[in-house]
């Protein structure tokens, strides 16, 4: 036999465990009690017959579950507040939403009405041939004395036989005539080393020569406008002129102004056509001719050239030429192939005023498509200089 406490094997007839002392008959007990309950546990006050099996004994009382849906005080009724007021909360939203969409879509409405109006009632451009212009005020009368210094870029002489002056009236033009076209080849001026496409005089107005060479830069036709001093007299010119298509219609516009054209030098001009194809035509919608105010300058220019990252570098040094001080703020450069058709035309400013035999040196670059731009064999410079008298 075996102590169940200690597991120690207890001799025969022993009333206790000669390794851990418990009584051979409490240790029997304590260890049969688990097997006697493992029917259903029966309270210790109440005397059970060991003659009635354990487990016919009367279930013991359990009280009654009741379902959740008919429990008292214990009903959801919060459920339905929190969605409707969701459902509330999401219309609200919508709501606000399409009224913003509507206000938006009236203020639109309302806006490209009134830009609508707004481009309904301007021209495409001001023009002098298509509006009426308010009359220029009399220059010819008595001026009051004024305190304010002289301005010589609007005088005017009493009188002068180069004076031309239209604005808004049409034109007639002629082609030059051979003297003045000998004239134009012989000077010896850059002005020969252009490939000029037309050459042509306004009549009225015989002491300019125009001339007219397109090109092309950057996907864009541009027209290169010369105006050359014929007369023996320095000239301001100024007006707006028109470059027209194959129909007549305007495809570009610009303003020329040059305070002194000394005779025998031509202004170097260009006009942009952004609104089509170049025809070969120009028109002039204003223009004023006079007896310019300053001298005349006489000037010498030497150049080189090199192509280099995309750019071509110029070098330039201007020399004055005149027997007194002169001054220069614009320098017309025209990039040429080897036979003289305008690759581009750059008009870098540069400003300087010159003593007789002074020269001045800058230099620039000008860029432009790389593969034009290598084509380059000449270079036409055009400066206009003036003095003061």
């Known amino acids: ?217 950057y996907g864009i036709e541009f027209v290169l406008l010369g105006v050359t001093n014929v007369s023996d007299v320095p000239l301001s010119v100024g007006g707006g002129v028109v470059a027209l298509d194959e129909d007549g219609n305007e495809v570009g516009y610009s303003y020329l102004y040059v305070n002194c054209l000394s005779s025998g030098d031509t202004y170097a001009y260009t006009i942009g056509c952004f609104d089509g194809e170049f025809g070969g035509d120009i028109d002039f919608e204003s223009l004023d001719v006079r007896e310019s105010y300053y001298l005349d300058g006489i000037w010498e220019c030497d150049w080189s050239c090199s192509y280099e990252n995309n750019k071509m570098n110029i070098d330039m040094t201007m020399y004055n030429d005149s027997d007194y001080a002169t001054t220069f703020n614009s320098v017309s450069t025209v990039l040429l192939d080897e036979n003289g058709n305008v690759i581009t035309v750059d008009n870098p400013y540069e400003s300087a005023t010159l003593d007789p035999g002074e020269p001045h040196d800058f230099s620039f670059s000008v860029s432009g498509d790389e593969s034009a731009l290598k084509k380059t064999k000449n270079i036409a410079v055009f400066v206009n200089p003036y003095a003061e008298p």
């Not at 001026?189 to 009549?203: A, K, L, P, T």
């Open 1 to 217: 036999m075996f102590c169940r406490n200690c597991g120690n094997e207890i001799p025969e007839g022993a009333s206790f465990c000669t390794s851990c002392g418990t009584k051979v008959e409490a240790a029997q007990t304590a260890q049969a009690a688990p097997a006697e309950n493992q029917t259903t546990p029966v309270s210790q006050t109440t005397p059970v017959s060991q003659d009635v099996p354990v487990s016919q004994a009367p279930p013991a009382y359990q009280a009654p579950q009741m379902s959740p849906e008919i429990q008292p005080g214990k009903k959801k009724v919060w459920v339905p507040i929190v969605v409707i007021a969701g459902i509330l909360l999401v219309l609200t939203v919508l709501a606000l939403f399409v009224l913003s969409i509507v206000r938006y879509v009236k203020q639109s409405s309302a806006s490209v009405d009134r830009v609508t109006a707004v481009t309904d009632e301007k021209p495409e451009r001001p023009s002098p041939r298509r509006q009426d212009k308010p009359d220029k005020p009399d220059k010819t009368a008595e001026a009051e004395p004024s305190e304010e210094p002289f301005d010589p870029d609007y005088y005017e002489p009493d009188s002068s036989p180069y004076e031309f002056v239209v604005e808004g009236e049409p034109l007639n033009y002629n082609l030059v005539d051979e003297d003045t076209y000998n004239a134009l080849y012989d000077s010896g001026s850059d002005y020969e080393r252009i490939n000029w496409e037309s050459e042509f005089c306004i009549e009225g107005c015989p002491s300019l020569v125009f001339s007219l060479a397109p090109y092309e830069s």
